[in-house]
């Protein structure tokens, strides 16, 4: 067996110390060093987009990365989403329409999601569906997950929009029951 290395690295805003071999992917560090079981086995080849975490902002394929690339990053992964009392905005959208069937690709479309958000807080309808083009789904025809990432992101700004005027922001449920409601959120 391989000599372990000792990585050091920021996971979903805690620092953490992880022991790998070389040849493990971080998806294997993840799922079976750090039990972090969001992010999912699919191809195992950059295809499929159900490893996607968030490494330093971008969105990668946690297939491809060895998991001593980590060392010094800043990773997010679906597990790191929601808060202790509240889904984060894109889940509770993906839930509200029906953006899963199987859920294999979930996380992995979350994350593709989230960094797309986080880098362009109003994306059009081509630039959601160019962001998430590098994950696949075999259930639900893209649509709803489209829609669902379409919603959270108008959520969001109706949220920093009032925020802005108030000095502080509504929770995520606040202003998505506005939304929902057909209410103005301010
Ligand atoms: S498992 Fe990584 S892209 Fe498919
Ligand atoms: S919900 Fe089954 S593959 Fe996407």
Redesign the pocket.
């Known amino acids: 067996m391989a000599k372990k290395v000792v990585v050091e690295a920021t996971i979903n805003g805690e620092p953490t110390e992880f022991l790998c071999e070389p040849r493990q992917s971080l ?1 294997e560090s993840l799922r079976d060093v750090l039990e972090l079981t969001g992010s ?13 975490v968030i490494v330093d902002g971008r969105p990668l ?4 990365m060895l998991g001593v690339e980590a060392q010094g990053k800043t990773i997010q992964t679906v597990e790191g989403l929601a808060q202790p009392d509240n889904l984060h905005v894109l889940q509770q959208k993906f839930l509200e329409h029906a953006s899963l069937q199987c859920g294999i690709c979930t996380p ?1 479309f979350l994350m593709s999601a989230k960094a797309l958000l986080d880098r362009n807080p109003r994306p059009n309808e081509g630039e959601i569906r160019y962001a998430l083009a ?1 994950n696949l789904c075999r259930c639900t025809g893209y649509d709803k997950i489209v829609r669902a990432v379409a919603d959270a992101a108008q959520t969001l700004a109706a949220g920093q929009r009032r925020g802005a005027q108030l000095g502080s922001g509504p929770s995520a449920s606040e202003a998505t029951d506005k939304f929902l409601q057909g209410e103005e959120v301010k």
């Open positions: 998806l999912k086995e699919g191809c195992l080849t950059g295809d499929c987009g159900a490893c996607t394929c946690s297939c491809l992995g590098g």
